[in-house]
C-alpha cells in the first residue's frame, strides 16, 4: 500500500538563490563596477609593466622596418599592451566579484534583464537631440540607487517635454 499523503515537512531548497530587492541590487553592482575598475587598473599595470620587460630584453631589429623612431614604436607597443590590460580587466573584475559574492550570479543576472528591460522601455528617443537638449543617460549607466532611477525618470520625462514644447 502506497502512502499518498506525507507527514514529513520538506525543507525548501537551502541552495536557491535569495531574491535581491533594488537597493541591493544597486549595492551590488556598484561594488562588481569597483571590482571592475580595480581589477582594470592592476591588469593595465601589469600589460604595460610585462610588455615593456619583454620588449626591452627583446632583439629589436625588426623595429628598423617601421617607418617610426624606435622609442615611439616601443612607446606605442608598451601602450596597446597597457590598453589591452585595461580591456581585460572588468572581465577579470567580474569573476572575481562573483567568487567573492557567492550565489547572486543568478538573481542579479535576473535583476539586470529587469532593469535593462526597464530602461530601455522609459529612455526617450536620442534622434531629436541637440546641443541645448541632449539626452540624459541614455543606458543609465549612472543610475546607483532607487531615488537615482527616479531622478533618472524625471530627466527622460523633462527631455520629452522639452522636445515636444520647443517643435
Known sequence: MRRWASTTV???????????????????RKTRRRFQLVCSLGTMAIGGSMAG?????????YLGKIPLDPFI????????CAALGWLAGPSLGSVIFYSVQKGVKKPMAVKEAEFFARIKKNRVDPSVSSVGNPVPDYYGEKISSVSGYRQWLKDQRAFRKKRTSFL
Do not use: Q, R, Y
Request: proline share 6%.
Open 10 to 28: 520538506t525543507a525548501p531548497n537551502a541552495a536557491a538563490e535569495p531574491n535581491l530587492d533594488w537597493n541591493t541590487f544597486f549595492k551590488l
Open 73 to 80: 614604436t616601443l612607446g606605442l607597443m608598451t601602450m596597446s
Open 53 to 61: 620587460l619583454i620588449l626591452v630584453n627583446m632583439d629589436l631589429e
